[in-house]
């Protein structure tokens, strides 16, 4: 049998994890459907996603489909999770992105889409609740084409629609004029003689067109009445590809999840791509897998190995995070989404628990890395990052829930990040300007384009001083950018090593190593930032905040009420169309701002407005420059610093 690693992707209500439910159903691998509403499905396994009816986690149960043993990813659709959704893409052969037929497409649908686009996954799209009253067929399509990919192919229709009686009638009409736009072949085997375009040959190019990305068949029905569902599943068998890899190769392979068991101990899950994982075998650090368990008809079953292709559990690996690679690295490890662009501080309602809420986050942060839990050296204050207030919610009930600690959070605030404004250089000479380490060190920082993160160069030899102490300085250098000027994370620069130097391994007389005389990673540790803050002050930074990309649906007559308040807001609005009863504008809005236009856009809509965001940059601050308190020895005070490294004032 084949394998195909499927991921399900929706926004939130779409309908994702009932349909998921409807295929396991008919797979004849449960005997009931569950009901999100009453908490029983399948994936929503923890207590907080039964209880608030939405999917925070991804899950993953199997089922066949004829001779496809078909690995189901159920994801989140809320896009406070969209970090779990970043992990799960990694690991895909195939998606099915659900689609609403009365919400119709939505901006986390727009942002699923683009990005599956990007990574090149062959994808389905599921029009789900074509039984729900308000639900559209040809409108919905064309918002599709508007708004998510004109290669989208109608594998049929819908009679009854918004009834409890709608049925999707499957129909290859349009497959013909759809495949024919990218296939000078069959356009030419068309017109020559259409007879000889068999409704097997248009299969056969459909399913290669789909898992080249070319066409998108986009299938209608309802997941609670069963409706076009075993469509789909034919679909999900004959068009998409199944999973590559040789179970004989290197092994290669990537963690996308890591939870806890019973015991407490660590459970990886890990996509294999290559070789085989067995039991007993050393991997990363030396670490012996102690158990496996791969996914078979809607459960986990132990076994001895998990070969290339599928997806396993594996036990023992007590070191592992979530984007570890399995023996060969797979690919390169790449952010899909935006980061996340809010922080807040959580404290524990008793300050006796701060040791158990630090316990307690670090075991959050195994799972979901983006959360970058950081402690203030200064203050002891806990920091973490949030996509927005949905997940702050649902990380206060699972401290309280899961580990017994009752924490609150602080007013979100939003999370810049600085950019050089020019090009600065700084040098420190051992021995010379009160320089109390053993050490030379020199950099020149240099603004980069967008998006290019921070570059690392050397101008000095390689073997200018030992591997240890070049390595030192370089991973010092990423952490002092944690912090810039203004306390933001600096990025899209150039930081060079300019000058090098140090104390050779000296000892006294018939003596052992004497480090007073002899250079240690300590010394460049401790004067990396030092010299690197002072090129960054000369070439100064500039805060950037993050932009939203809105689009606005409103009563065109209440366009002159709602611009003022969007400028006002900080709106960087576009050119309006009001050209009918409707008016769009899109344009640019802080991050920072979102939710208050969000909370205001109904009192200037007459309750009819609809708006969707999306992160689209990070723009220069307009008006007062926000700063963020440090959490180090801040190497900006350079009394401060060197009284809390060394423990004295030179």
Not at 81 to 100: C, W, Y
Not at 206 to 232: E, N
Not at 236 to 247: E, N, T, V
Not at 328 to 349: I, K, N, Q, Y
Request: proline share 6%; aromatic share 6%.
């Amino acid at each position: 049998m084949s394998t195909l690693n499927l991921g399900i992707l929706a926004h939130v209500d779409a309908g994702k994890t009932s349909l998921t439910e409807r295929l396991l159903y008919d797979a004849g691998v449960i005997d009931e459907i569950g009901s999100v509403d009453a908490g029983s499905t399948q994936t929503d396994s923890m207590e907080l996603e039964r209880r608030r009816g939405i999917t925070i986690k991804s899950a993953v149960v199997s089922f066949a489909i004829g001779d496809v043993t078909v690995n189901l990813i159920d994801t989140p659709g809320h896009p406070d999770f969209i970090a779990e959704v970043e992990r799960v893409l990694s690991v895909l052969d195939g998606a099915v992105l659900v689609v609403s037929a009365v919400e119709g497409v939505q901006a986390q649908t727009r942002v699923l889409m683009r990005t599956l686009r990007r990574l090149r996954i062959p994808t389905l799209l599921f029009v789900n609740k074509i039984d729900r009253s308000g639900a559209r067929y040809a409108g919905l399509l064309a918002a599709v084409s508007d708004k998510l990919t004109t290669a989208a192919v109608p594998m049929g229709t819908v009679t009854s629609l918004g009834t409890r009686q709608a049925a999707f009638v499957p129909d290859d009409a349009a497959l013909v004029d759809a495949l024919t736009r990218h296939d000078d072949a069959l356009l030419a085997a068309f017109v020559d003689n259409e007879r000889t375009v068999t409704p097997r040959r248009l299969r056969a190019d459909l399913a290669r067109a789909t898992r080249r990305c070319l066409a998108y068949p986009i299938f209608f029905g309802s997941a609670i009445t069963g409706a076009g569902v075993p469509a789909l599943m034919k679909g999900i068998a004959d068009l998409l590809p199944a999973a590559a890899g040789d179970p004989r190769g290197p092994v290669s392979g990537t963690v996308f999840k890591v939870e806890r068991g019973r015991a407490g101990e660590k459970v990886a899950y890990v996509r294999m791509f290559s070789g085989t994982v067995r039991t007993r075998d050393r991997l990363r650090d030396d670490s012996k897998v102690t158990a496996i368990g791969v996914f078979d008809r809607g459960g986990t079953v132990r076994a001895d190995e998990v070969p290339a292709g599928r997806i396993g559990k594996l036990w023992g690996l007590g070191g592992v995070r979530v984007g570890d690679p399995i023996g060969r690295p797979h690919g390169t490890a790449a952010h899909h989404f935006a980061p996340p662009s809010l922080e807040t501080v959580v404290e524990p309602a008793r300050p006796a628990d701060k040791g158990a809420l630090h316990a307690a986050l670090t075991q959050l942060a195994e799972q979901d890395p983006l959360i970058d839990l950081r402690q203030d050296a200064i203050r002891q204050e806990i920091s973490v990052s949030l996509y927005g207030e949905v997940q702050k919610e649902v990380i206060q009930a699972t401290l309280a829930g899961e580990y017994g600690v009752a924490a609150s959070f602080r007013e979100s605030t939003t999370i810049c990040v600085e950019r050089p404004a020019g090009t600065g250089a700084a040098v420190e000479f051992m021995g010379r300007d009160g320089n109390p380490f053993l050490a030379t060190v020199g950099f020149r920082v240099d603004p980069a384009p967008a998006g290019s993160g921070v570059g690392y160069r050397l101008e000095v030899e390689l073997g200018s001083m030992p591997y240890a102490f070049v390595k030192a300085v370089e991973d010092t250098v990423r952490e002092t950018l944690e912090q810039g000027l203004h306390g933001w994370r600096v990025t899209d620069c150039v930081v060079t090593m300019t000058h090098s130097g140090y104390a050779a391994r000296q000892s006294h007389a018939h003596a052992t190593f004497d480090k007073s005389m002899s250079s240690t990673g300590f010394d460049f540790r401790g004067l990396t930032p030092l010299v690197l803050m002072t090129a960054l002050s000369r070439a100064g930074t500039v805060v950037h905040e993050p932009l939203h990309r809105f689009r606005l649906e409103f009563p065109a007559d209440t366009f002159g009420t709602l611009l003022p308040v969007l400028v006002r807001l900080g709106g960087v609005p576009g050119q309006p169309d009001l050209r009918g009863p409707v008016g769009v504008l899109e344009g640019f809005v802080p991050a920072a701002r979102v939710h208050e236009l969000q909370q205001r856009l109904p009192g200037l809509t007459r309750g009819e407005g609809v708006v969707e965001n999306m992160f689209d940059h990070y723009a220069p601050v307009r008006g007062p420059v926000p700063s963020r308190s440090r959490w180090d020895a801040n190497p900006l005070d350079r009394k401060e610093y060197l009284l809390r490294v060394l423990r004295r004032v030179p």
